[in-house]
């Protein structure tokens, strides 16, 4: 049996005109071929679906169950055809998306994540909070689509494109003497003596070697009182009185009581955050949608 799309809608006309003729002129074919179109069909489904003589067509018991079947599959192949275009313009699908925790506090990349969902309804969207390092093996693997990261060392396969470069503020309990320091001009070597809340060294996050990095450049070794797996707990630790930090600029729209954070004067306390996908994995339209928006 090799029954084509075409074998339906030439029935499917039949059966609604009633007229070969009619049906040969709406489908823009002469009719002997769509006589002949038909004789094959019912040969193939071995059933006559059509009663015809000189005067009338009808449908047969056959033909009337085949015309409710063939609508079914011709509208499940227009429905499966427009969804194929949807999902090649990028207006269906899913897209997952690594994020390291601090990524919701930028306001670039969440402004260009409230515009996708606003263009893209039908675009499920999944967001996988995980630190810089742990996204890489989800990007190599393709569990994650994108990821949006801090800098740090990638294998060759991943490639990353600068999203922004943010400056670090230090954050120190509310009153805290620093809070003194004209805004602007507070340097590391001022918050070498202070007792530092930092991320543990076993969550390995990429912020962690590059801020123990920039300190150890200005010859400061911090001391870590408190290690913890969250910026959210560095936070609420430095407004418990507990120690300083250093943290990305964008952990300043946090808003805790007890809380300040004061611009550093240091011109290399800067972090980058990229955004990251797999260099030969094609990306789908939606995941180019999205990366056009982000895309300064």
Known sequence: MNIELRHLRYFIAVAEELHFGRAAERLRISQPPLSQQIQALEEMVGARLLARNNRNVSLTQAGDMFLREAYQVVDQVARAAEKAARLERGELGELTIGFTSSAPFISWV??????????????????????????????????????????????????????????????????????????????????????????SREVGTALYDEILLLLDKAGITPYITQEVGEAMTIIGLVAAGLGVSILPAS???????????????????MTEVWLVHHRQRPLTAAAKSLMALMLP
């Open 251 to 269: 952990f300043s729209r946090v808003r805790i009581d007890g809380v300040k954070y004061l611009p550093l004067a240091e011109p290399d306390a």
């Open 110 to 199: 969440s402004r260009s994540l409230r515009t996708f969902r606003q263009q893209h309804l039908q675009v499920h969207i999944k967001m996988r909070e995980i630190n810089t390092k742990q996204q890489i093996e989800p990007l190599l693997n393709g569990e994650l689509d994108l990821g949006v990261m801090r800098n740090t060392r990638l294998p060759d396969a991943l490639k990353h494109q600068l999203l922004l470069c943010e400056p670090l503020v230090a954050v120190v309990p509310e009153g805290h003497p620093l809070t003194r320091v004209a805004p602007g001009a507070l340097r590391f070597q001022q918050l070498a003596e202070e007792p530092f809340v930092f991320f």
